[in-house]
């Protein structure tokens, strides 16, 4: 698709892909951009591996298919690069982030070669000490927006504080657990966003 951004989301059920798919394809939309955000439906038994995707386009979005060369992969289980190809169809000029507390040069023998942008991030970290439990899909969706900046970080986080008052507004906590969640993200990605650049 040109003028847009593809991305295919690799998780198991129960991890919340599918549901960080639609809230940025819900945010982008709300910024201003064309959106699809929708799941490959198959058996979505809990732990069972699923694939999301997005398209965000400045303009309108003609294709209605899977995304089969995506511009970013996002990997919400590293458990599933043991068994799932998750760099099929990604090019060299994409990028690949991984929810793990490995370090880049730990899971680069695990992607067959790819010789992308690779980003890392311990989402589970994250989210068990912004909220208490394991949820990697509220860093992994911050991840998306600071990898490829497809709309303005602030603008973004105002969507999504917006987006968490509506959906926990019986629970203040939650919502600022998830509003640190995204920060943390960010910032814990900034220096290697930044050394990505300075090596391209």
Wanted: proline residues 4%; aromatic residues 8%; hydrophobic residues 40%.
């Amino acid at each position: 698709m040109s003028n847009g951004l593809e991305i295919r989301w690799h998780g198991r059920g129960g991890q919340g892909a599918k549901t960080a798919a639609l809230l940025l394809a819900d945010a982008a939309f709300k910024t201003g951009k064309y959106v699809q955000g929708f799941p490959e439906y198959g058996p979505e038994r809990m732990g069972a591996p699923i694939t999301a995707y997005n398209r965000i386009s400045h303009e309108p979005i003609r294709v209605h298919s899977n995304i089969y060369t995506p511009d970013l992969v996002m990997v919400v289980d590293e458990t599933l690069l043991h068994s799932v190809d998750v760099t099929a169809g990604l090019g060299q000029e994409g990028s690949i982030i991984i929810n793990t507390a490995k370090s880049k040069q730990e899971i680069l023998p695990l992607l067959n070669g790819y010789q992308g942008n690779v980003y890392t991030i311990d989402a589970r970290m994250i989210s068990e000490e912004t909220l208490g439990k394991n949820m990697p899909n509220t860093p992994m969706l911050a991840a998306a927006v600071a990898v490829t900046g497809v709309m303005d970080w602030d603008a973004f986080v105002k969507e999504m504080q917006l987006s968490f008052q509506h959906k926990f507004a019986k629970k203040p906590e939650v919502i600022e657990g998830n509003m640190k969640a995204l920060t943390m993200t960010f910032e814990r990605l900034s220096d290697a966003i930044g050394d990505v650049k300075k090596s391209a």
